[in-house]
């Protein structure tokens, strides 16, 4: 079964403050990690997309990285805009009965709060 | 404008009572997918669906249907809701399944 586990549950950074969000899984052949935002009363809305152990990709302050056990959102100057709740989620390339690839499982994510 | 779009936003209803959420998409995706969204529990994928009349249980089926029979809508049938199916249902969609999904906007569902 896959898993996924992110960690802090919350986070509180001042403006320009820099850190990092880390995702940690388990997933039967990894087809692709995924990174979400999420404001409050809306759906998630997408980041990223990183498929293999070694890959990084950027945007705007977001640099997402990926090993084979984790992956990290690193968050760089982050202003008061960039508070919002970061889901990260995995698809596997076999479900437990062998067959489908098209379930997706995501953490329950960071709330990350950036203050003034 | 590409977007998904579910219907009602907010329903509040009774044990028992059959109740259908439409999510429907003009992007012409072939991936569609259900989750529900709970507080300490993030979001879990209900049902999904790689293409027409092809469907898959995701984590948490029990209690729910769905249906694929044009690519643009991707009903969530509850046939007999129970108050632990209160929350915030989400559906999204992509062209892969491993590709960006585009999230609707949520249908916040209680059950009394």
């Known amino acids: 079964e896959d898993q996924v586990t992110q960690s802090p549950e919350a986070l509180r950074l001042q403006e320009g403050e820099s850190s990092s969000l880390n995702c940690s899984y388990t997933?039967?052949?990894?087809?692709?990690l995924f990174w979400y935002r999420q404001d409050p009363g809306k759906g998630p809305e997408f980041l990223f997309t990183l498929y293999s152990a070694g890959e990084e990709k950027e945007k705007e302050r977001l640099k997402a990285t990926l090993t084979k056990k984790e992956s990290f959102l690193h968050i760089t100057a982050p202003k008061p805009e960039d508070s919002a709740t970061y889901l990260c989620a995995v698809q596997g390339r076999l479900d437990a009965g062998g067959t489908s690839y098209g379930k997706l499982t995501f953490g329950q994510g960071t709330i990350l709060t950036v203050h003034p | 404008e590409a977007q998904v779009t579910q219907n009602p936003r907010y329903l509040i209803t009774v044990t028992g009572k059959k109740l259908t959420v439409t999510c429907s998409q003009n992007?012409?995706?072939?991936?569609m997918s259900w989750y529900r969204q709970d507080p300490g529990l993030g979001l879990r994928q209900i049902y999904y669906s790689m293409n027409v009349e092809v469907t898959d249980k995701g984590d948490v089926p029990e209690g729910y249907k769905v249906s694929r029979k044009e690519k643009r809508n991707f009903p969530l049938i509850l046939e007999s809701p129970s108050p632990n199916q209160t929350s915030l249902y989400f559906c999204?969609?992509?062209?892969?399944?491993?590709?960006?999904?585009?999230f609707g906007p949520g249908t916040r569902l209680t059950v009394t």
């Open positions: 997933v039967s052949g990894l087809r692709g």
């Open positions: 999204a969609s992509s062209f892969l399944p491993q590709g960006e999904q585009y």
């Open positions: 992007m012409n995706h072939e991936y």
